[in-house]
């Protein structure tokens, strides 16, 4: 049993320098772009093709194509037929994007004035896409809960939307606002309650409800930024609030701080940061995205990280097979035991078309018609495999460790 230990740690860093560098960027929904422009989203953790389109990036549910098409995910359609987007972003029930001639656009709901276009509107109502005022020098946006805040070329900082006052109650500010006089304003990415921002002199900042800028520190060696909150229900209707701030300083090191929570220790929030705190030793990251409990990085070879409780360290989600691009997104694990000994057990009640077994480079390994749901794999050697699954014409692969 010690042996196979070492095999599947031997294992498990093949796949993770090999099989894992892919990524172009991602999004903390697992929403992922790969290198070849191809666009992913995971389900139970395994990615699963959306689109083999040549894709630019993606926000939440929100994603471009390289030829400036702004496009809906899950499910997947065109919204507008415009092809001159640059960029976007998305809130609670609301959205806004940048076209490449600078000008901001925003849909959705608009019950706190968070898309800035000098309206609000009954919750239940949906505003139709609009431009937001006539103002062509928008560089980027950042949508958070029920506010906005987005960047000009100069390098102001702009918001609107729910904001709170010095006397502790709250107003909705409907067009945009400038918060301080500063042009160096470089990313800033809004969130549940406060916002992250991040000058070009590499200083990081919070923005908090009532638009205060507190600096974090004094270095100025920093290079990415991620704000990550999390809303959980409580006892008697209460909710609390997790909230981390992540950054990543220009040696790749991952950091975090201001880890709190709204309620009692025993809750679970009783970890707390009050300054930046390493939490990956490793480095080499390029690029952090946050939100919703979940962390997710991309290293200098392509490798996606992540991790979805505050305990545990980052782990490669790894980089699935091209070619597949028929799932169906409410499919569940494939194989009820991984890793897998003698036998592999198929998770299915629909009748199975074929079954082929690949090796990590495409290889074909096993090919089976008209399988039954359990396969003998004691040909193959020790490694991962990717199985692939046909059931009424879709595709569907997951891997799986043959010990």
Same mark, same amino acid.
């Given at each position: 049993?010690?042996?196979?230990?070492?095999?599947?740690?031997?294992?498990?860093?093949?796949?993770?320098?090999?099989?894992?560098?892919?990524?172009?960027?991602?999004?903390?929904?697992?929403?992922?772009?790969?290198?070849?422009?191809?666009?992913?989203?995971?389900?139970?953790?395994?990615?699963?093709?959306?689109?083999?389109?040549?894709?630019?990036?993606?926000?939440?549910?929100?994603?471009?194509?390289?030829?400036?098409? *702004?496009?809906?995910?899950?499910?997947?359609?065109?919204?507008?037929?415009?092809?001159?987007?640059?960029?976007?972003?998305?809130?609670?029930?609301?959205?806004?994007?940048?076209?490449?001639?600078?000008?901001?656009?925003?849909?959705?709901?608009?019950?706190?004035?968070?898309?800035?276009?000098?309206?609000?509107?009954?919750?239940?109502?949906?505003?139709?896409?609009?431009?937001?005022?006539?103002?062509?020098?928008?560089?980027?946006?950042?949508?958070?809960?029920?506010?906005?805040?987005?960047?000009?070329?100069?390098?102001?900082?702009?918001?609107? =939307?729910?904001?709170?006052?010095?006397?502790?109650?709250?107003?909705?500010?409907?067009?945009?606002?400038?918060?301080?006089?500063?042009?160096?304003?470089?990313?800033?990415?809004?969130?549940?309650?406060?916002? *992250?921002?991040?000058?070009?002199? =590499?200083?990081?900042?919070?923005?908090?409800?009532?638009?205060? *800028?507190?600096?974090?520190?004094?270095?100025?060696?920093?290079?990415?930024?991620?704000?990550?909150?999390?809303?959980?229900?409580?006892?008697?209707?209460?909710?609390?609030?997790?909230?981390?701030?992540?950054?990543?300083?220009?040696?790749?090191?991952?950091?975090?701080?201001?880890?709190?929570?709204?309620?009692?220790?025993?809750?679970?929030?009783?970890?707390?940061?009050?300054?930046?705190?390493?939490?990956?030793?490793?480095?080499?990251?390029?690029?952090?995205?946050?939100?919703?409990?979940?962390?997710?990085?991309?290293?200098?070879?392509?490798?996606?990280?992540?991790?979805?409780?505050?305990?545990?360290?980052?782990?490669?989600?790894?980089?699935?097979?091209?070619?597949?691009?028929?799932?169906?997104?409410?499919?569940?694990? *494939?194989?009820?035991?991984?890793?897998?000994?003698?036998?592999?057990?198929?998770?299915?009640?629909?009748?199975?078309?074929?079954?082929?077994?690949?090796?990590?480079?495409?290889?074909?390994?096993?090919?089976?018609?008209?399988?039954?749901?359990?396969?003998?794999?004691?040909?193959?050697?020790?490694?991962?495999?990717?199985?692939?699954?046909?059931?009424?014409?879709?595709?569907?692969?997951?891997?799986?460790?043959?010990?």
């Amino acid at each position: 049993m010690k042996n196979k230990k070492y095999i599947i740690v031997l294992i498990l860093s093949f796949y993770g320098s090999i099989y894992g560098q892919c990524w172009k960027s991602a999004d903390v929904s697992y929403i992922g772009i790969k290198t070849d422009g191809s666009l992913w989203k995971s389900i139970n953790y395994n990615p699963q093709i959306v689109s083999s389109d040549g894709w630019q990036s993606v926000n939440g549910y929100l994603a471009i194509k390289n030829d400036g098409s *702004l496009w809906s995910i899950d499910p997947l359609y065109q919204i507008g037929t415009e092809n001159d987007w640059q960029s976007g972003s998305v809130g609670d029930s609301f959205a806004l994007a940048i076209k490449s001639n600078g000008t901001l656009w925003g849909w959705g709901n608009n019950s706190f004035g968070q898309l800035g276009n000098g309206t609000i509107t009954n919750p239940s109502d949906t505003t139709p896409m609009m431009q937001i005022g006539n103002d062509n020098h928008w560089k980027s946006v950042s949508a958070g809960r029920d506010y906005t805040f987005a960047i000009k070329l100069d390098g102001t900082l702009w918001s609107w =939307g729910r904001r709170l006052l010095s006397d502790n109650t709250y107003t909705n500010i409907t067009i945009p606002m400038q918060i301080s006089s500063d042009t160096n304003w470089l990313k800033v990415d809004a969130d549940r309650s406060a916002t *992250l921002g991040m000058k070009t002199d =590499g200083t990081i900042w919070i923005i908090n409800n009532t638009n205060a *800028l507190i600096q974090i520190g004094t270095d100025t060696d920093w290079k990415d930024i991620a704000n990550g909150d999390t809303e959980y229900g409580g006892p008697h209707g209460a909710y609390y609030i997790v909230t981390a701030y992540y950054a990543l300083k220009n040696d790749g090191t991952l950091w975090v701080w201001e880890r709190y929570g709204f309620g009692p220790p025993s809750f679970g929030f009783n970890t707390y940061y009050s300054v930046p705190t390493q939490i990956e030793i490793s480095g080499n990251f390029k690029s952090i995205y946050a939100g919703d409990d979940k962390i997710i990085g991309i290293k200098n070879d392509g490798s996606l990280w992540t991790r979805t409780t505050y305990s545990l360290p980052l782990s490669d989600i790894g980089c699935p097979m091209l070619g597949n691009e028929n799932f169906n997104a409410e499919h569940q694990a *494939l194989i009820t035991q991984n890793p897998v000994i003698s036998d592999l057990n198929i998770n299915t009640s629909r009748s199975l078309e074929k079954v082929i077994v690949t090796d990590l480079f495409g290889k074909k390994i096993i090919e089976v018609n008209n399988p039954e749901v359990r396969i003998n794999v004691e040909v193959l050697k020790s490694g991962i495999y990717i199985l692939q699954a046909i059931s009424e014409g879709k595709s569907y692969t997951e891997k799986f460790i043959k010990l």
